[in-house]
Structures are given as C-alpha cells and as structure tokens.
C-alpha cells in the first residue's frame, strides 16, 4: 500500500481537484484506492457525490471512538472507496495528544487498513496545521499541485523544508512532486511561470500538467470524476498520465530493477531539466537540414491506434510529407520544418482532436483547440 499526500498550503490550487481525479485513475486501473478526506469544508467528499454533514468522519476516529474502517463509505467509484470529512473534523486540530505521537497518529489508523488498498489518496486542508503534518508524515510521496498564477509559488519552499523536517524526525526520505495546475499556456504570464517551477523544483516537476477548464468544475458539480463526465477530454488524458507516472515513482522507490537498458542509460545522461522535459510532447529537434530542421513529435498514449498528423506546415492534409514511427508505445511524427510556430492537430481513428501530450494550445475559433507546435532556431536548445 502506498500514501500519496496531496497538500499544498495555498488554497484553491486544485489540491482536492487532483485528489478525486488522481483517485479515480488509479481505481480505473483496477488498483483498490481509499480516498481520504482531511479538509473539514469536504470537497473531496462533494466531488465523488458522497458529502453527509451528518456523516462520521476522522474525528470520531482520532477520539478513539470508533475505528478507521467504520467511516468508509465503499464503492462510490470503480475501485475508489472515501474516507468523508465534515466540518467536526476541524476539531481534530485541537484534541489532547502525546507530544510524541501528535504527526503520526494517522499513520497509525491507516496501519489497520493497509491490507485494503493498493493506494490512499489522502486530501489535506489549506493550513499547515495537525492534520497536514500527519497526513505528510505518513506519506510515501507529497505531490503538491502549484496553481500557475502570481502567487502560486508563495510558500513552497518552506513546505519544502518542513516536509524534510519530518522525514528527518522519522528517518526516511519523502519523496515530493510537483504538478503544475491550472495551467493556461495561451498566455505568456503562464508560460513564463512554467519556466520558473521547471527550474526551480527542476526533477520533482512531473511531466504531465493540468489544463485550465471548466470540464473541471462541471464535474465536480455533477460528483463524479472527469473520467466519467468526459472521458475523451485532453484534461481526462492528463490525470491519467498523472496516475501512470505516480505509479511509476512509487514503484521505482521500493525496487530499481527491472529498468531497461534505455532507460538505465538515460539516467546516466545529464538529466533534461524539468521545463524542457514538460514540453518534450511538443517539440524535440535533432538536426539541422537546409535551414529546415528535424522535428520529432512524441504522441503518448495512442500507440496502436491510426494516428495522422495535419497542420499549418502541410496545408492540414492529414500526414503530408510526415514519416511515422512507433517506438515502445509512443507514435513519433517526424517533419521537416522552418524556425516558427506552427498549429496542428491529431487525427486518431479518423477524429481530429488536439494533442493531449502537448499543453500548448489555441482556439481554432471553431469551439475547439489547435495544439501549438514551436521549431526554434538551432543554437536554442529544445527538447531531448
Ligand atoms: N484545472 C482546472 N481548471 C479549471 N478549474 C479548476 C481546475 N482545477 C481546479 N479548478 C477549480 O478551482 C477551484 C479550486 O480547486 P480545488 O478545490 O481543487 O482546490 P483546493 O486546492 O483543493 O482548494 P482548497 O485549498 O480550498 O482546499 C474549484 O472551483 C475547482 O473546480
Ligand atoms: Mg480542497
């Protein structure tokens, strides 16, 4: 069983968004998900349709009350059971507790229901209070969700270190990632925040970001997960991915074997930094040729599938002077292209979408989006 905190002090940076979601994915990949809700306001409740002010929630169980299990509400989605929160649970910050087991009085409880799970999604408030120090003392990994405006970078550095506090105090490292929310890349202030968390965190920055949209709270006020209120979504696409490559952070934690050689050899190589490596779905150029250069483009998650490509570089005629090549369940388009920005689009099975793995995007005015494309000139460094 492994604990992923999500928490984040700053308010509305997308913390309970990223816990319903993230545990619906991994419920849909068929892993037994407890999602607990540590916020007394319930979002997370809320969000899977479950709240009941009346429901019994964490507090009961830290009294001593009655036990962990009692509280959980099962199935509210495929593989995702929730453990609720009501506004009692605020209460919880302030009971009587041996100083020595004030952070890890939760890592306690969950004990008793490791067996259940393959994962617990735990929600946390947006205060460093109890609470969040016991759900991050009991954390195989924080992932901290950062809000891409003015201040959504306020107060990291010193969740940073308190995160490395409690390991410290507990003798183990924790692990953290960092997921870019909210993320509107139209607009250059976006952009340029982007840069900063990349070379600022540099390796805990996931690859996968969130989009900015409105699918987002539709769901939520409809109770269910966007996989379900939009499955084909590029935001569905997304936590998706999130899922896949926490599961795969976690497992590289317990065991480093079973790594292809590939992959060992990448790792010896300087390791891309975080910016460049969250957009390496969009662009990665090799060579030069004539003043055009090679361009490679990574599509994730469609291997298998028919997948065209059509832009504004061969008159959107589907694959035009495009070479394909699939490599370990990525399809790669090659073309051969100018310095400047181009727009494109998918087309998988014969459907044109944008492409999820690129969150570049701009209206293409006809009530969808076009992903952008940047080839930039040669003695700029872009992509693997
Ligand atoms: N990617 C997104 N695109 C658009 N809206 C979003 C996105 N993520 C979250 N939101 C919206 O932003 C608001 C805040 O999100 P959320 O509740 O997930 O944040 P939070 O960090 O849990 O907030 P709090 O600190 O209050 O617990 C909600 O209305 C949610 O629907
Ligand atoms: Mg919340």
Redesign the pocket.
Known sequence: MKIIT?A?????????????NLAACLGKKEQRVLLLDL?P?G?SSL?FGVFNEDARDLYDVLTGEIKLEDIILPNVFTGVDVAPATKMLAAAEHLPVRSDERDIQLEKHLASIRERYDYIVI????SMGLLCFNALTAADLVLI?I?MSLFGMHGIDRMYEIIHQLGERHGRDIPIRVLP???DSRTRLCRQFLHEVGERFADDVLSVM????????EA?RQGVPIIAYDPTST?AVQYDRLANELMSALQENVVAVGKTEAESESEARPRLTAMKRVFEGARSRLGGHGGKQKVVLRIYDFAGRDVKLAGSFNDWRPDQGVVTRTENGIVEKIVMLMPGAYEYRLIVDGVWQEDPSNPEQVSNYSGGFNSVLQVEEEHETAGA
Do not use: S
């Open positions: 999500v984040n002090q700053k308010g509305g940076c997308g913390k309970t968004t990223t816990a319903i916020d306001q979002h969000g929600d946390c408030p947006p969700p809000e929310t909210l993320v969130v989009q900015f949209t409105v699918r987002l709270k939520v935001v």
